[in-house]
Nanobody
């Protein structure tokens, strides 16, 4: 079992920054992938960043590269999502997710992940 608990969400003005955290506990695989997803009201869930816990390979959709950054602490107990220059379209519930290996070959698709956190809300407004 893997437990994921997100924190760090909140309300921020356009152009502001937030850092989300995902506390990871339980038995995790060394080559696991951790990812952040988001789901805006009325929209499908989309992947915004992923990191391989062993190789530290990081992946982003092209539309977010440069504004969002994923990282993990040295103890591999927390995964972070730094979000800069936030825009209203970044408003969503943000989720942390885990897959032991591969994630079905497509990290940005949610059906490859086996564990999810409860989510943390991010609201960007003027």
């Amino acid at each position: 079992q893997v437990q994921l608990v997100e924190s760090g969400g909140g309300s921020v003005q356009i152009g502001g920054s937030l850092r989300l955290a995902c506390a990871v506990s339980g038995l995790t695989a060394g080559s696991a992938t951790m990812a952040w997803f988001r789901q805006a009201s009325g929209k499908e869930r989309e992947g915004v960043a992923a990191i391989n816990r062993g190789t530290l390979l990081k992946q982003y959709p092209a539309s977010l590269k440069g504004r969002f950054a994923i990282s993990q602490d040295d103890a591999k107990s927390t995964v972070f999502l730094q979000m800069n220059n936030l825009k209203p379209e970044d408003t969503a519930m943000y989720y942390c997710a885990y897959c032991a290996a591969g994630c079905g070959g497509k990290w940005w698709r949610d059906n490859g992940y086996t564990y999810w956190g409860q989510g943390t809300q991010v609201t960007v407004s003027s």
